[in-house]
């Protein structure tokens, strides 16, 4: 009996012989050494472009005498933004993109998600039609969107004019070009919301429902209050994740209008790949990518606190 | 011995050293005519299979071998920066816009040419579009004095296109002035089958160009007495070009006016339902294809027009090709040898047949008399003594952004042409003063 030992107790790890300074990196050190190459290539990899990148927005950067020289500029960079008509522009339409586009996917991802996981009939179908949004290439959805949207040949004007309704210049207007590129995004992505929040709804442990259910409690009593709160954590992530690749909407307004007409639809990441590359201003550029950046960042404090929040750990 | 030594040592010697002599000369020759394999940088465009063509010429005549790496024009300045800014390009030549070469030029990012091939001189039947293939480091922009930093490639200058059948069915000459444009458009105009013009709105610049320009303005300018550059987007002339050119803007274009891209007024065009438009030359290949075109045959080109029939103003809005200074010396020497063999009348004459725009004078006088060529080429001939340069000065991305922007806001009627020119003017010495040009203060201050 006394041999037997105790399976619940952790077995004890012979202890490394040696000098202090070596057992500790052994024993104790090992997990810090042992993260220490990972750790080393995302340095590499996140942690040096970014400093690059900040570097770069307190510098004036361009090319001479073969080679790109940089100088120090402090803030003028940024000072530089407040007077910058396009850029404020870019940011304001770009505030107002983030906010509806990712409002309207989340709503209706929320939606189709409930509706496909309730769909005894159809459910694979409706899965895979819905997914296919999302797996088109931005760039190919802004050349499809082009074309149904073109005044004199697209298919949206056709159906219009066989409707006896006046055709439109959907992407030549101000009244109209701004809500005509939402249409599009919230069609492409409102997939994407609609994956996650389907994924976690899935996910969720029906013995609460179903306990409600013996409860008594209706269809909309058991979705307001056991799955839309179980599911919240599931639409914050998805939310955050969407708000933040919506700040960084290129490709289809780049097809699309090109900011235009005028600016009104000009948005920050295409202007910042124009100043950088085209009009060559790098320093400037990175200025701009870094308040993007930091606006970002406060949107994901947001979605943090206003989760914790409703969670009651605000 | 000795002398025998010398005897038997002497003829054994003479063979060694005609040997080496004649590996000497063979050698010598294989490098004139051989060169390294180079790779071109270009983009895909209208012009691109008659480029092919030409690269397959110079490898049939010459046996060396070119290499092309084709990307969208989007990608075209990122990936030549790319190249310039690493260790050694990845291309051994790259194709420049008209629109951003300056930056190149002024980086020194591509090397002139005298530095690869001093004795080599342009043929003067190459058009130099208003100096674009030159550099002058002292004005910071491209003169006559300046050095050949590059080949112009693709001679792209502004034509007016119209509908021969619809002008001969209306009796109509070719318009020659704005007022001839507006009248002519006027008689033309029957929405929506036919619009009697468009403009280039998405981006305007390069378009509002062929206005100004004929009207006497520019948007910089530079007195090379005093070295004192000028802002003269606000003044007279640039306000008549601009009335002009909103004026037709607005009345005889399709609703969708306010974003009208290259490609859209070439497929108003192409599908007949434009009565005439200024664009670029090489546009002309959209037009004779069947397959992409129902108006073959059925379209003529012309000098862009002005106020006057003699102020006319083309706009060059070229292509030159030019060579990465982070190159090795022999690989320079091979990219400039192609680029030489490029601008002989032989490989010109094949390049335009092949569809090509082609940048010799002598080519262009020439195939005006081939029915074939001579309905777009005969135009451009004739629009030799009237081109206009864009701005070329490092900052030209920046100046022109302003254009754009304010150009656009004049369209869509947010700003009024007065607001937006005198908005544009404050920018651009804003920008000229950064740049550390001198410049003269603005008329307004």
Sequence with gaps: MSETTPVTRKAKRPATTGPRGVRWLLDAGFKYWALAPALAILALLTLYPAVQLIRMSFSSVGYAGGHIAWSPVGLANFTQILGDATAMVAFRNTLVFVAITVACETLLGLALALAVSESRRLSGFYRTVLMLPVLIPPIGIGAMWLMMYDFNYGFIDKVLSALHLTPQPWLATTRLAFPSILVVDIWHWTSFLFLIILAGLESLPQDINEAAQIDGASHFQRLWHVTLPLLRPTITVAAMLRTIFAFKIFDEIYLLTNGGPGDSTQVITPYIQQVFFIQGRMGYAAALAVVTALLITIFVIVYQRVDAALSGQG | ?445
Excluded at chain 2, 262 to 289: C, P, R, W, Y
Aim: some cysteine.
């Design chain 2, 1 to 445: 011995m000795n002398q025998n030594h010398r005897t038997q040592a002497g003829p054994r010697f003479r063979r060694w050293g005609i040997a080496l002599l004649l590996t000497a000369a063979v050698c010598g020759v294989a490098s004139a005519q051989s060169q390294p394999p180079i790779t071109i940088l270009i983009n895909t465009s209208p012009w691109l299979p008659s480029f092919k063509s030409l690269v397959s010429q110079y490898e049939k005549e010459t046996g060396n071998k070119v290499n092309l790496n084709v990307v969208p024009f989007a990608a075209m300045i990122q990936k030549s920066l790319n190249a310039v800014s690493s260790k050694t390009s990845e291309y051994d030549i790259l194709n420049l816009n008209e629109q951003w070469y300056s930056q190149f030029y002024s980086g020194g990012l591509v090397t002139p040419i005298k530095d690869i091939d001093p004795s080599y001189t342009l043929p003067k039947q190459v058009i130099e579009y208003a100096y674009a293939d030159r550099w002058d480091p002292k004005v910071g922009a491209s003169t006559k004095n300046g050095e050949v930093y590059g080949f112009p490639i693709n001679g792209n200058i502004q034509l007016l296109f119209y509908r021969k059948d619809l002008f001969a069915k209306h009796n109509l000459q070719p318009p020659k002035t704005w007022a001839d444009v507006e009248k002519d458009a006027k008689i033309l105009n029957d929405p929506p089958n036919v619009y009697g013009f468009v403009t280039r709105t998405s981006p305007p610049n390069y378009n509002f160009q062929a206005w100004l320009h004929s009207y006497g303005g520019t948007i910089i300018s530079l007195d090379q007495s005093t070295g004192t550059w000028s802002v003269n987007i606000d003044n007279a002339a640039a306000h008549q070009a601009l009335d002009e050119w909103l004026k037709l803007t607005w009345s005889y274009s399709p609703p969708n006016y306010a974003n009208m891209g290259q490609s859209d007024e070439i497929s108003l065009m192409a599908s007949g339902h434009l009565a005439m438009f200024i664009v670029a030359s090489a546009a002309e290949s959209n037009f004779t294809n069947p397959n992409t075109s129902s108006v073959v045959g059925k379209i003529g080109a012309a000098v862009t027009p002005g106020p006057t029939a003699d102020a006319r103003a083309p706009t060059s809005g070229i292509w030159v090709m030019g060579i990465p200074h982070n190159l090795p010396k022999a690989k320079q020497l091979a990219a400039a040898k192609f680029l030489e063999w490029a601008m002989t009348k032989p490989a010109e004459l094949a390049y335009a047949k092949a569809g090509g725009v082609p940048v010799r004078q002598d080519v262009y006088e020439e195939l005006a008399k081939d029915p074939k060529y001579g309905w777009w080429m005969q135009a451009v001939a004739d629009s030799t003594p009237y081109i206009k340069a864009q701005v070329r000065i490092k900052e030209t991305p920046q100046i022109l952004s302003v254009i754009d922007r304010v150009l656009g806001q004049a369209v869509i009627k947010k700003m009024t042409a007065d607001q937006a020119l005198k908005q544009a003017a404050t920018e651009i010495h804003q920008i000229m003063v950064k740049g550390g040009y001198k410049v003269a203060p603005l008329s307004s201050q």
